[in-house]
């Protein structure tokens, strides 16, 4: 009689430890929480840092002329009055222009 018990309570205690290592919610997905968290706070992080670049931009672009003057002449080719805009090509590997003239 003991022995059947022990047997009920070995394959009991099996059933228990097989739930908790690959049943749903146990340590295999802990596990897997634990890597998309890690995963996560890595994404925060260089939203974060971007969040904060974007920012100081902002507050630059608002405190100054000198940054809007930066933007405008760079990303829209501005210049003031009087000055001269020299644009230099640099040659593309793939051109066969000699230098000799031929």
């Known amino acids: 009689m003991l022995r059947y018990v022990a047997l009920i309570l070995l394959i009991?205690?099996?059933?228990?430890?097989?739930?908790?290592?690959?049943?749903e919610g146990g340590m295999r997905d802990v596990w897997r929480l634990e890597q998309r968290l890690a995963e996560q706070k890595i994404e925060n992080q260089k939203l974060k840092q971007r969040n904060?670049?974007?920012?100081?931009?902002?507050q630059d672009l608002k405190s100054g002329k000198d940054a809007i003057e930066e933007r405008a002449r760079s990303e829209l080719g501005l210049i003031k009055p009087?000055?001269?805009?020299?644009q230099i090509v640099e040659p593309q590997p793939g051109d066969k222009k000699?230098?000799?003239?031929n």
């Open 82 to 86: 009087g000055e001269v805009f020299y």
């Open 12 to 23: 009991l205690l099996i059933a228990l430890e097989i739930k908790l290592w690959a049943g």
């Open 52 to 58: 904060e670049a974007l920012s100081a931009e902002v």
């Open 98 to 101: 000699s230098d000799n003239g």
